[in-house]
């Protein structure tokens, strides 16, 4: 039940994307300690709450990133590619046209 709970504590999202390894270990351990789950299971556990933080955490910044792109979009601010290439172009027609 303990278990269910924590696992489902940390689908959930943030908990386990800004919780750190030794955090969860440490939490873990005191379950340990209280006997709601027992040593041999206590591994298996942090393994399993690290890898969801780390989807999280992944899931949330694709997920700000594409907020970020909308609203650069948005505002109709010029990518770094499209800088790059339009000072291209300026030295092609530099170099094209001598004055």
Do not use: C, F, W
Request: charged residues 35%; hydrophobic residues 35%; without cysteine.
């Amino acid at each position: 039940m303990v278990r269910s709970l924590l696992n489902n504590v940390y689908s959930l999202g943030l908990g386990a994307a800004v919780t750190s390894k030794e955090q969860i270990e440490k939490a873990v351990d005191e379950l340990v300690k209280k006997g709601e789950i027992r040593r041999s299971e206590s591994s298996n556990l942090v393994d399993e709450l690290v890898e969801k933080g780390s989807q999280t955490q992944k899931q949330i910044e694709g997920i700000v990133q594409e907020r970020v792109k909308q609203v650069l979009d948005s505002m109709h601010i010029a990518t770094k590619e499209e800088v790059a290439a339009l000072e291209r172009r300026i030295r092609e027609l530099e170099q094209a046209d001598p004055k």
